[in-house]
């Protein structure tokens, strides 16, 4: 097995932390202030994500924690590796089932044993999002299953969208792209 290098384990290092600030009181407000939706739309996003997740935990706990909802302005992104086709279904039909969602949207890929690999791949992501000055990327999201990063959030321009798939496509590492980010302008 080959070791990681001191700057890969600084990378995911810097990026694991980075990502906790928002479990933080500090965090949570600076997110909330960030935000380009409104406090009343951010509820209700938090809401409706916090339900989903929730009865996908109580159907089976496993195989919930393979499934990252996401939603922004009642839009619902389920992203993933996950193999077990009955339980993606009961995921979709759950999301458009709870109350207030007007969208669903989702990435499925299989499964592999990349975990390690792909944290590592976030951490880097993260971490050049955050190094480049001409975007905001507080807001960004995302999301690196088997070499594929997904970018979801809301961002203030068609630019910044672009800017951001640009920047992790010059990740190394990263095999593909998929942006899901919504520009307010």
Same mark, same amino acid.
């Given at each position: @097995? ?20 928002? $479990?933080?009181? $500090? /965090? ?6 960030? &935000? ?25 706990? /496993? ?8 939603? =922004?302005?009642?839009?619902?992104? +389920? !992203? ?6 009955? =339980?993606?279904? =009961? %995921?979709?039909? *759950?999301?458009?089932?709870?109350? &207030? !969602? %007007?969208?669903?949207? *989702?990435?499925? !890929? %299989?499964?592999?044993? *990349? ?9 880097? !992501?993260? *971490?050049?999002?955050?190094?480049? /000055? ?10 690196? @299953? ?16 672009? +800017? ?8 190394? /590492? ?5 942006? =899901? ?5």
């Amino acid at each position: @097995m080959q070791r990681p290098t001191l700057p890969a384990l600084v990378v995911l290092i810097l990026g694991l932390a980075l990502s906790s600030l928002a $479990w933080t009181p $500090w /965090g949570a407000i600076y997110g909330s202030a960030r &935000d380009e939706r409104s406090v009343g739309d951010q509820a209700t996003d938090k809401q409706i994500s916090l339900s989903i997740k929730a009865d996908l935990a109580d159907k089976d706990s /496993g195989l919930a924690l393979k499934v990252h909802v996401y939603c =922004f302005l009642k839009h619902v992104y +389920l !992203v993933g590796a996950i193999d077990d086709t009955a =339980f993606r279904a =009961f %995921a979709v039909k *759950t999301a458009k089932g709870t109350k &207030d !969602v %007007a969208k669903v949207t *989702t990435y499925f !890929v %299989a499964e592999s044993d *990349t975990t390690s690999a792909d944290l590592e791949l976030a951490a880097k !992501v993260r *971490t050049a999002l955050i190094g480049n /000055g001409d975007l905001s990327s507080t807001q960004i999201e995302q999301e690196a @299953m088997n070499g594929e990063v997904v970018l979801l959030g809301m961002v203030r321009s068609k630019a910044d969208a672009a +800017l951001a798939v640009k920047t992790a496509k010059g990740v190394e /590492g990263v095999r593909k792209v998929t942006s =899901f980010l919504i520009p307010t302008k």
